[in-house]
T-cell receptor, first 116, second 111 residues
């Protein structure tokens, strides 16, 4: 099956710093990737839809200047959390869309961000 | 409003026992319904995908059902194993690729 990786798997940073999270589709090309955030004991919440070569589409309430998304190639999307604060601490999960027999999202393993 | 509700919120069973998780959905336009397993600290992994015309689908010890009339789905786990301990998420897919996630059922299997 399609494999999606994320790097790093976890990161701890100081308040005010920026953190970049990478999402890669390892054995397929993905024109569309998605970024989700998940707080403890809650479900995944869509943050933004990332399309290769164009600007990301952000969900209502998600600050585009705080969560910078770059989808520069068909296998890589990055999420940069700028000027991170403790309330940004969360589990960030990406997914890549595959349109083949079925239209399916394959999820990455997630990145745990802790902002001190 | 699109939404997916799951019950129970959490469940504890003994190894070897069966269990059934429930999902009620309101998704329009409805495309398909999916069940995912999410281990702690990991991303979701697909278990089953069902379209409007499918009533049941199995994946090993996992069997999902779909009642499109009542907008209900269930996930039955047979002969549970310790490795089944995880969160199980019901996802309604609207249109082409909009995923509506349920809040999940946290299953704990005890030896």
């Amino acid at each position: 099956g399609a494999v999606v990786s994320q790097h790093p798997s976890w990161v701890i940073c100081k308040s005010g710093t920026s953190v970049k999270i990478e999402c890669r589709s390892l054995d397929f090309q993905a024109t569309t990737m998605f970024w989700y955030r998940q707080f403890p004991k809650q479900s995944l919440m869509l943050m933004a839809t990332s399309n290769e070569g164009s600007k990301a589409t952000y969900e209502q309430g998600v600050e585009k200047d705080k969560f910078l998304i770059n989808h520069a190639s068909l296998t890589l999307s990055t999420l940069t959390v700028t000027s991170a604060h403790p309330e940004d601490s969360s589990f960030y999960i990406c997914s890549a869309r595959v349109i083949a027999f079925t239209d399916t999202q394959y999820f990455g393993p997630g990145t745990r961000l802790t902002v001190l | 409003k699109n939404q997916v509700e799951q019950s129970p919120q959490s469940l504890i069973i003994l190894e070897g026992k069966n269990c059934t998780l429930q999902c009620n959905y309101t998704v329009s336009p409805f495309s398909n319904l999916r069940w995912y397993k999410q281990d702690t600290g990991r991303g979701p992994v697909s278990l089953t995908i069902m379209t409007f015309s499918e009533n049941t689908k199995s994946n090993g010890r996992y069997t999902a059902t779909l009642d499109a009339d009542t907008k209900q789905s269930s996930l039955h786990i047979t002969a549970s194993q310790l490795s089944d301990s995880a969160s199980y998420i019901c996802v309604g897919v609207s249109g082409t690729y909009k995923y509506i996630f349920g809040t999940g059922t946290r299953l704990k299997v005890l030896a």
